[in-house]
């Protein structure tokens, strides 16, 4: 959920070469309203539509992709579904949320939509979700809510949408994505409900103070002001069903954390890894080596390719949920 790092100076040019405000220059509260009041502009890149997707990557374009609305407790949550009626088929599929610092973010942008896509052509299909974002009036558990809506209409639909039972779901997300679906685990463990079959989290952030890790909070740093600007309050800074970072991990599926070497949010994921590992849970960590905060938002990027193989593989390696969960 960082702002203008490294990762994104690129996307900084494009964005003011284009003319369009740069809120990621802003200061956190300047760009909350600004974004409330003008909302996300669109991306200046001209080779991210799904067309220029499939040209640049052929193997994408036998991935079909159907736009759903789910009613949500707090309305309605768009979601997207991708198949590869061709792809041969692992067992299991994904429901995938994207990232954007809770402020941003949407279906159509690579990390949701690429991301997808790519699975879905290796014999995964995905349910991608969107959430509210937390602009005026909107915190956790808000968007939190949506995430969980979605997650329980994919259980409902996964035999005849994806062709998977229930049970064969994996949950993930990216960046503040992470955030949201390691909190949805943690909310559907404390309350007994059925967990995803594994758990899936790219450059997560899980505590309220991403780079050191920890729940103490400078409220003058910028991931300090989103994390609050997504909590809603001083409570829910320490709350484990918002920020999972904070709890000890026991009762979580089998889970992936894929960390970038050149991200200061890196230390999240590698705690979280070593939580879950102490709680006896099947834990994953994953270096990728010279990648950056962001790295799947890149299409092409060689960093985010490997990323897409490792999760690809690690989805496909026969990931079943219990009997009781379908």
């Known amino acids: 959920m960082s702002r203008t ?28 309203r600004w974004l409330a009041e003008h909302g996300e502009p669109a991306d200046p890149r001209p080779d991210i539509d799904t067309a220029s997707l499939v040209r640049r990557f052929p193997h994408l374009a036998g991935v079909e992709a159907v736009d759903e609305v789910v009613r949500g407790p707090h309305g309605p949550v768009p979601v997207r579904v991708y198949r ?52 005026g009036d909107v915190h956790h558990p808000v968007p939190s809510d949506d995430v969980l809506a979605g997650w329980e209409w994919v259980r409902a639909v996964a035999a005849d949408r994806l062709g998977v039972p229930a049970a064969a779901l994996v949950l993930g997300g990216a ?26 989290l790219v450059y997560p952030v899980v505590h309220p103070n991403g780079p050191d890790a920890s729940s103490h909070v400078d409220l003058d740093s910028p991931h ?5 600007n ?13 920020f999972a970072g904070l709890g000890d991990g ?21 705690a979280f ?14 270096l990728e080596a010279g990648a950056r905060h962001g790295h799947i938002d890149q299409p092409g990027d060689a ?19 219990p009997e009781a969960g379908a």
């Not at 809603?232 to 918002?242: C, F, K, M, R």
């Open 5 to 32: 790092t490294d990762t994104e100076e690129r996307d900084v040019t494009d964005v003011a070469s284009a003319g369009v405000a740069d809120f990621r220059r802003l200061p956190v509260p300047d760009a909350i």
């Open 84 to 135: 590869d009626a061709a792809a041969t088929p692992t067992g299991s599929a994904l429901v995938w949320v994207h990232g954007g610092a809770f402020i941003g973010g949407h279906l159509d942008m690579p990390e949701s939509n690429w991301f997808s896509r790519e699975l879905a052509a290796r014999g995964i299909p995905v349910v991608s979700v969107d959430y509210a974002k937390c602009l």
């Open 175 to 200: 960046s503040a994505g992470g955030t949201l679906t390691s909190g949805a685990v943690t909310r559907l463990r404390d309350a007994g409900e059925p967990l995803p079959a594994g758990l899936v």
């Open 224 to 228: 300090g002001q989103l994390a609050l």
């Open 230 to 242: 997504f909590a809603g309050s001083a409570e829910a800074l320490a709350d484990p069903q918002a």
């Open 250 to 270: 026991h009762g979580f599926p089998r889970t992936l954390i894929v960390v970038c070497e050149l991200d200061d949010l890196r230390p999240s994921g590698e």
């Open 273 to 286: 890894a070593a939580t879950l590992a102490a709680a006896g849970v099947d834990s994953e960590l994953r």
């Open 303 to 321: 960093g985010a390719l490997r990323t897409i193989d490792a999760v690809a593989e690690w989805i496909g390696r026969g990931i079943r949920g």
